[in-house]
C-alpha cells in the first residue's frame, strides 16, 4: 500500500508542478463565466432603434402600422426619389417602399432601403403586420368579417409536466433541459477523455523512456498502474472541484450583478400570474403583457429554479469517477502496448469511438430524450457516464442511478484485472510491435 500511495503522490506532484495544469485550473472558470456573461448580455442587449420612413403610393398601411420601443414609423408622400435622399440626409435609418397596386397585383413585394442593416425579427414585424392588414382588407372586401376570422383561431400552449412514481406532476421545460443535459455530457465526455489520455501519455512516455524497467524492480507492475491510475482520478477530481467552486462562485456573482432586474420581474411576473389564476377574470390580464418580451429568459429562469444541481453535480463526480478509472484501466494497459505514436494512435481510436458513441447518443437526446436506446445505454458501462448525465436533468429514479454507478464500478474492477494481466506484459516488451492478438494472448497469462 505504501508503495502505492508514493506512485500516488509522485504523479500528482509531477502534474501540479506543471505551470499549464495551474493556468487552466484556475483559468477555466473564468472563460465559462465569460461564456455566460457573454450570452446573457447577448439576450439582453438593448435593441437598434430604427426611424422608419413610411412611402406608401397605395395610402392604405398609412397610419396603421404600429410602431414599438425601438421602432418608429413616420410617414411621406413624396416620390420615391425624393425619400431617398431624405434617406441620405435626415435621420431616417429605413426606407419601407410600398407600389401603389400592392393590393390588386403587386405580389405583396415592397422593398426595404436602409442605412442601418435591419435584422430578420425587424423584418418579420414589418410582414406580419403588413400580412395582417391585407388579409383583413380581403376579407372585408368579399364581406366576412375580420372579427368572425379571428374568433376562430386559437392559439395552443404546450405545459409539458413530469410524472414520476408516485404520481407527482411537475412542469418542466424540455428544450432547456435538453440543452443542460447536452452540455452537461459534454463535460463529462471531455473529461474522461482528458484525464484518460493524460494517463495513457504518461504510460507510453515511461515505456519509451525505459525509465519504467527502473521502477518494476522495486514496485510490482499491478500497483505501478494502480498509483498511475487513482494519482490521476486524485489530481482530476481536486482540479474538477477547484474550478467547480471557482465557477460558482463567478457566476453567483455576476448572476447577482447582471441578472438583478430580470430576477425583480420575474418576481413580478410570478405574482400577477397567480393572480390571474386566482381571480380570474376579475384580475387585470392585461398585465401579462408587460412581460412578453421577456417571457422566454422568465420560461429559463422557472427551470433553473426546479433543476436540482447539487443531485446533478453530485452525480457528475460519481459517474466521472467510475467512468474515469474504467477507461483509465483500459488506456494504460493499451498505452503500455504502444512502441511509437502510430501504435499509440492505433490502440487509442477503438477507446475514442466508444466515448463518441455515449457522446452522439447524448446529442441525439435533444430532440427525442425517452428512447429505449438511452435507457439502456445509461446502463452500460461504456456509454453509462455520459448518457446518464443527459438523463439526470430530465428526473432518474434513484434505483437506476444506484444499478448504474453499481454495473460501472464492478466493470472497473473486472477491467483492472484484465488491464493488470496486459500492463505488467506490455511494459516491458520492446520491439516487438503489439498487434490485438498479441494483446490478447496477454490477457491468458
Request: aromatic share 14%; charged share 20%; glycine share 6%.
Amino acid at each position: 500500500m505504501k508503495k502505492i500511495l508514493l506512485v500516488i503522490t509522485f504523479e500528482i506532484k509531477r502534474k501540479i508542478s506543471n505551470k499549464m495544469f495551474i493556468l487552466m485550473t484556475f483559468l477555466t472558470p473564468f472563460i465559462i463565466a465569460g461564456f455566460v456573461a457573454l450570452m446573457f448580455w447577448l439576450s439582453t442587449e438593448e435593441q437598434t432603434e430604427y426611424n422608419v420612413l413610411v412611402a406608401d403610393e397605395s395610402q392604405f398601411f398609412v397610419g396603421k402600422l404600429q410602431g414599438n420601443h425601438y421602432i418608429t414609423f413616420l410617414y411621406s408622400n413624396n416620390s420615391l426619389n425624393k425619400c431617398l435622399d431624405k434617406l441620405n440626409r435626415d435621420d431616417v435609418d429605413v426606407l419601407l417602399y410600398i407600389p401603389h397596386n400592392i393590393i390588386e397585383g403587386a405580389g405583396g413585394t415592397v422593398k426595404l432601403f436602409y442605412k442601418k442593416t435591419p435584422g430578420l425579427a425587424f423584418q418579420t414585424m414589418i410582414k406580419s403586420q403588413m400580412e395582417k392588414l391585407l388579409f383583413e382588407h380581403k376579407l372585408a372586401a368579399n364581406n366576412i368579417r375580420p372579427e368572425t376570422i379571428h374568433s376562430a383561431r386559437q392559439t395552443v400552449k404546450i405545459i409539458t409536466e413530469k410524472v414520476n412514481e408516485k404520481g407527482e406532476h411537475s412542469e418542466q421545460i424540455t428544450g432547456f433541459i435538453s440543452i443542460f443535459g447536452f452540455l452537461s455530457a459534454f463535460l463529462m465526455f471531455m473529461f474522461i477523455t482528458m484525464y484518460g489520455m493524460m494517463l495513457f501519455k504518461s504510460v507510453v512516455e515511461e515505456k519509451n523512456n525505459r525509465v519504467i524497467e527502473v521502477i518494476v524492480s522495486s514496485i510490482r507492475p499491478f500497483q505501478l498502474l494502480m498509483g498511475k491510475i487513482i494519482g490521476i482520478a486524485v489530481l482530476g477530481i481536486g482540479q474538477f472541484i477547484t474550478m467547480g467552486i471557482i465557477t460558482f462562485i463567478l457566476v453567483t456573482i455576476l448572476s447577482a450583478t447582471m441578472m438583478s432586474g430580470i430576477r425583480e420581474e420575474y418576481q413580478k411576473y410570478l405574482k400577477q400570474q397567480k393572480l390571474v389564476y386566482e381571480k380570474g377574470i376579475e384580475a387585470n390580464i392585461g398585465q401579462l403583457e408587460n412581460f412578453q418580451e421577456n417571457l422566454e429568459v422568465f420560461d429559463m429562469l422557472k427551470q433553473m429554479d426546479k433543476l436540482n444541481f447539487f443531485e446533478i453535480f453530485f452525480c457528475f463526480v460519481l459517474y466521472f469517477i467510475g467512468g474515469y478509472l474504467f477507461y483509465s484501466a483500459m488506456l494504460a494497459a493499451l498505452g503500455s502496448a504502444a512502441d511509437t505514436d502510430a501504435d499509440a494512435q492505433q490502440f487509442t481510436l477503438p477507446v475514442t469511438l466508444l466515448l463518441m458513441v455515449g457522446y452522439f447518443i447524448a446529442a441525439k437526446m435533444i430532440s427525442n430524450p425517452d428512447t429505449a436506446l438511452s435507457y439502456w445505454a445509461s446502463f452500460i458501462p461504456f456509454t453509462s457516464p455520459i448518457v446518464m448525465m443527459a438523463r439526470l436533468p430530465f428526473g432518474v429514479p434513484l434505483w437506476e442511478i444506484l444499478i448504474s454507478l453499481f454495473i460501472l464500478y464492478v466493470s472497473f474492477i473486472l477491467m483492472t484485472k484484465i488491464s493488470a494481466k496486459i500492463y505488467r506484459t506490455g511494459i516491458l516488451m520492446y520491439g516487438k510491435k503489439a498487434g490485438w492478438k498479441e494483446i490478447i494472448k496477454w490477457m491468458k497469462y
